[in-house]
């Protein structure tokens, strides 16, 4: 008997993903989004959010985080006994919150797609799995559902506490880079000059910015990123200052210190290779 899905915020960047997903999946998708146009063939397109999650065997939430927990308590209490509540939102706190006060009717999954639209096979692609009522039960389903991704298992505090960096603090560095760039008037001649370090860098936060903005938004608003954001406030002050009262000894200092930290954890040399590898695969496209 065929699966039936639908996905909520389906006309999205991840919405328009995961319809394609488990179209060639084999599910029956419905789709509803409120606000974006839905493409795709062989989708359902639902008028309403409650007609659209009536009979549906699975219900992802493709919406925005501030929203989520909003939607989660309104639809879970009209889906149909044994079905299955996913949501994908970047932060936990407040989302887990909602899925464990649905109904003992509904089975929540709470996940985190660590990649972008722009992926074509899910193999290889890290999932985090944020436990709600059963923690086996529940990652047992989400790999069942996304076979052949890598899964790791971290409870909501620890996951945004995480995510402020891997997200957070990348999103909030290269949109200020972004923003300096893109007002650079001479922005043609600084392409020309640059090197690999501008040229990897300038790739990366161009690629950020092809995320909508209240996604950016949503991202560095997520509250654990505060403490990592005064540490880099700090730390820019503490070196701008060291460098114009030219305290060169306390900047090398702080330089070896994170050389040498950063060692111990990751081959560095190997991480230049790799850099070198992904401009020269860029720069033949």
């Known amino acids: 008997m065929t699966k039936s899905i639908t996905v909520v915020g389906a006309g999205g960047q991840m919405g328009q993903w995961f319809t394609k997903y488990f179209s060639d999946k084999g599910f029956q998708v419905t789709g509803y989004d409120e606000e974006n146009k839905i493409k795709g063939k062989n989708i359902i397109q639902a008028e309403s959010l409650v007609g659209a999650i ?5 219900v992802i939430l493709c919406t925005p985080t501030r929203r989520t927990p909003e ?7 009209e889906m149909k006994r044994g079905t299955y509540l996913i949501e994908i939102s970047s932060e936990k706190g407040k989302v887990v919150s909602a899925l464990s006060k649905i109904p003992a009717k509904i089975n929540p999954i709470c996940i985190h797609p660590m990649f972008g639209p722009g992926v074509k096979n899910i193999k290889g692609q890290n999932i985090i799995s944020v436990p709600v009522k059963d923690a086996k ?6 790999k069942s559902l996304f076979e052949g991704a890598n899964f790791v298992t971290i409870d909501a505090v620890e996951h945004d506490k995480k995510i402020a960096v891997i997200l957070g603090l990348t999103h909030l560095l290269n949109l200020v880079f972004a923003n300096i760039i893109s007002k650079d008037e001479k922005f043609a001649l600084a392409e020309k000059m640059s090197g690999t370090t501008f040229r990897v860098q300038k790739v990366l936060a161009e690629s950020i910015m ?3 903005a209240e996604l950016i938004e949503t991202i560095i608003a997520n509250p654990e990123i505060r403490r990592v954001a005064e540490d880099l406030w700090k730390d820019v002050g503490r070196l701008l200052t060291a460098v114009q009262e030219s305290k060169t ?11 040498e930290r950063l060692a111990t ?12 590898k ?5 720069e033949k496209k």
């Open 71 to 77: 939607i989660i308590r309104l639809i879970a209490k």
């Open 265 to 276: 954890k990751t081959d560095l040399d190997a991480s230049y290779k790799k850099l070198t």
């Open 278 to 282: 992904m401009v020269n695969a860029v």
């Open 137 to 142: 039960k529940e990652l047992t389903v989400a």
């Open 249 to 259: 000894e306390e900047v090398i200092t702080y330089i070896k210190a994170c050389q």
């Open 54 to 58: 009536l009979k549906a065997d699975y």
């Open 210 to 212: 092809t995320e909508s």
